[in-house]
């Protein structure tokens, strides 16, 4: 089984930037792919951003330019740096890890973004 913890929530100003980490722990295969996902008051729970092990990237259309996923393969760690903040982005994000047929996910970590 496999463990995912995520850390760098917390209250910011419209504009403003926040860094989301994401270490993942246990019995993890080498191929994968770590992602963010948020889910917003009201909405459904949407990818925000992947990487794969080999480095490609995807991005939702809203946060294009704005927010920059990478990952660090040897620590099995993901992170979403996020900058121009908008109130838009408000929501609870979580870390996600997905290889073969299994997929895991993280406790969520809380993003608010005031205007």
């Known amino acids: 089984q496999v463990q995912l913890v995520e850390s760098g929530g917390g209250l910011v100003q419209a504009g403003g930037s926040l860094r989301l980490s994401c270490a993942a722990s246990?019995?993890?295969?080498?191929?994968?792919?770590m992602g963010w996902y948020r889910q917003a008051p009201g909405k459904q729970r949407e990818l925000v951003a992947d990487?794969?092990?080999?480095?490609?990237?995807n991005y939702a259309d809203s946060v294009k330019g704005r927010f920059t996923i990478s990952r660090d393969n040897a620590k099995n760690t993901v992170y979403l740096q996020m900058n121009s903040l908008k109130p838009e982005d408000t929501g609870d994000y979580y870390c996600?890890?997905?290889?073969?047929?299994?997929?895991?996910w993280g406790q969520g970590t809380q993003v608010t973004v005031s205007s």
């Open positions: 990487i794969a092990s080999g480095g490609i990237t």
């Open positions: 246990g019995i993890i295969l080498s191929i994968n792919v």
């Open positions: 996600n890890l997905a290889s073969g047929f299994r997929s895991f």
